[in-house]
């Protein structure tokens, strides 16, 4: 049985943020494995290392839009222009078998009771899941107790209680128990809830709780690497401030 298992999200190609929580996360104890929910690529300076620690450990996969744009099996038709221009910078980094890893992953995943996509349950690629009513659509979409999103790059829960759903506080750990629950851990490599630190989760599976965590990274160095490849500018501007 497995016990601790990192919760990650949209890692965008953020090697120095990616690091930073494997060590936060390893420091507590044994990571037993990895959970990426979609977006390891897009935006970032170092799509190909990031492939590459991810798939050396013991990561459980599911597809972002941005995973499946940097290979090719969605366009880039409604990103916005900085958005499809790091998506044309990203598949020129990444190798052939970069290129397949990505193209076949799947798009949803269920593990040991949870339920794991990128967007949401009932579309599991693009569908973002900010508010109450989106949340409370999709709980009847999947039929494990538990829900793993990603997408919105905002830390969120959302519970389930006799078919009301209201909005669950990640200050403190999210216990496991009968409320059913879509959880969402942030962005690893790209934050937007305005505090600019790498976000993730540690799921306890022993304990039963899922746990938010926040750590800092160098982010001055990985703008001066994203300026150096000509990403745009706003992409890496917005790092500073988690928006
Ligand atoms: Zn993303």
Redesign the pocket.
């Known amino acids: 049985m497995l016990n601790r298992i990192l919760v990650i999200a949209?890692v965008?190609a953020n090697l120095a943020a990616l690091e930073a929580v494997l060590a936060d996360a390893e420091a507590g104890g044994l990571v037993d494995e990895i959970w990426c929910l979609g977006?390891a690529v897009g935006y970032g300076p170092d799509p190909a290392p990031c492939l590459e620690l991810l798939r050396e450990k013991s990561t459980v996969w599911v597809a972002?839009n941005?995973d499946f744009a940097a290979a090719g099996v969605i366009g880039t038709a409604d990103f916005n222009a900085d958005a499809a221009a790091a998506t044309a910078w990203t598949q020129r980094q990444l190798s052939r078998e970069d290129t397949m890893f990505l193209r076949r992953l799947p798009v949803a995943q269920e593990r040991f009771g949870f339920t794991l996509v990128h967007g949401s349950p009932r579309d599991p690629v693009q569908e973002y899941i900010f508010l109450i009513d989106t949340a409370a659509v999709n709980f009847p979409v999947f039929s494990t107790p538990f829900c793993l999103v990603g997408?919105t790059?905002i830390p969120l829960a959302f519970g389930r209680e006799a078919s009301r759903v209201h909005e669950i506080s990640l200050d403190i750990p999210v216990v496991l128990g009968e409320t059913r629950l879509i959880l969402n851990p942030g962005?690893v490599g790209q934050p937007r809830d305005g505090d600019p630190r790498a976000s993730y989760a540690l799921l306890d599976l022993a304990r039963r709780e899922f746990q938010l965590r926040r750590v800092a990274y160098d982010i001055t160095a990985v703008q001066q690497r994203m300026q150096r490849q000509g990403l745009p500018q706003r992409l890496a501007a917005r790092l500073s401030i988690g928006r």
């Open positions: 949209d965008h977006d972002g941005h997408h790059h962005a």
